[in-house]
């Protein structure tokens, strides 16, 4: 159980991010979480949205360079310690997590952390047998 995330190369100048959120925001495009990590030229933006063809489409045609990724999302009790436990889950099955990021949300008592990890199956299939809640692409777009 994947998650489409979408990953837009950013020109380190000020106001573009700015424009690219923008483009998605007057297309009425939710995001549900982001992350940007830079460098001294560039960054590079990741988001979770609501849509992400449409999003994709959208800033292609606005000219940026863009790329959908598949990750896992999963959904921890929004307490101190739970990160750790899936973290735990993960370390304890030999799977190395390339960078992960976290949201939550209003409309329920979970966290959300997105995780890329290098194989999502046999990690969804580790966290699945360890008991931990995967979110589904449509759980996290209708949030």
Not at 73 to 78: F, H, K, L, N, R
Request: contains cysteine; negative net charge.
């Amino acid at each position: 159980m994947t998650v489409d995330q979408i990953s837009v190369f950013v020109e380190n100048k000020p106001g573009r991010l700015a424009e690219i959120v923008a483009i998605l925001g007057d297309a009425g495009v939710d995001m549900r979480a982001m992350s940007i990590a830079d460098t001294s030229d560039f960054g590079i933006l990741r988001l979770i949205v609501d849509d992400p063809k449409r999003a994709q489409d959208l800033l292609r045609t606005s000219g940026c360079v863009v790329s959908v990724t598949q990750v896992l999302a999963v959904a921890i009790a929004d307490k101190p310690g739970s990160l750790s436990a899936v973290l735990g889950v993960l370390a304890d099955a030999d799977i190395s997590v390339e960078y992960a990021y976290a949201f939550i949300t209003r409309k329920k008592d979970d966290a959300y952390v997105i995780f890329r990890v290098e194989d999502n199956e046999r990690s969804f299939e580790v966290l699945k047998k360890h008991g931990v809640k995967t979110a589904g692409a449509k759980e996290l777009y209708d949030l």
